[in-house]
């Protein structure tokens, strides 16, 4: 009676069947080169002059004079740059995932900030913003998760404001003395010149004399 089992077959006489059954176990220690080589990029963000003052996630919107409506500007971090080299302060706020920037403006002495009416978590403002490549008039409104956020903001932008303002000021008064004291040379100068002039004045000569003295004798 024949037997239903199957045979075993040997491991060679495996491998030989399904040759593709080991080849795959196998290393053959070949190293493939990537199709296309990549090259590092550094990409700049425009900030590395400057020192962030405040750093803070938070949601922008800006007002719509047509729609007469708020529209959302996008969700991210916004922060406080001052340059290490002119000492002006910018506002700048990118999106979180795409870091697309949705604010960016200087903050200046007429900048005036408010809470948002009935939001303690929101404030208002005006700037000309360079945002979207062109300098615009906008009306900003910008939501923090809590109540603090909300206060160090707006603390920090009155804060800068200010200085700026003394800056200012002090800019003002320094080139307005520069004039005054520019002007008082200029006057010194020309005294000076003048009286160089007096004192270079030719004295009479004797040719003139002797024609007077014999103008004199013709009259005798």
């Not at 290393?27 to 990029?41: H, R, S, Y």
Request: with cysteine.
């Amino acid at each position: 009676m024949a037997s239903s089992a199957e045979p075993k077959l040997e491991k060679k006489e495996v491998e030989e069947e399904n040759p593709s059954a080991t080849a795959d176990d196998e290393d053959t220690g070949a190293q493939v080169a990537p199709i296309v080589k990549l090259q590092e990029v550094t990409v700049s963000t425009g900030e590395e002059n400057e020192d962030v003052l405040l750093d803070l996630k938070s949601k922008l919107y800006r007002f719509d004079k047509e729609g007469n409506a708020w529209k959302e500007r996008g969700a991210g971090t916004v922060k406080l740059l001052k340059h290490k080299e002119t000492a002006k302060v910018r506002l700048v706020m990118r999106q979180s995932k795409t870091l697309k920037i949705c604010a960016n403006h200087l903050v200046l002495p007429t900048m005036s900030i408010q809470e948002h009416a009935g939001n303690e978590k929101s404030c208002v403002w005006h700037a000309a913003d360079f945002a979207d490549g062109e300098l615009k008039e906008e009306t900003f409104c910008i939501r923090f998760a809590s109540i603090e956020n909300c206060k160090s903001f707006k603390e920090k932008v009155e804060e800068i404001a200010e200085s700026q303002q003394t800056k200012s000021e002090e800019s003002e008064g320094a080139a307005a003395a520069a004039t005054e004291l520019i002007e008082k040379l200029s006057v010194e100068s020309k005294d000076k010149e003048n009286k160089a002039e007096d004192k270079e004045a030719p004295a009479p000569t004797e040719e003139k004399e002797d024609k007077n003295e014999e103008n004199a004798v013709e009259k005798n």
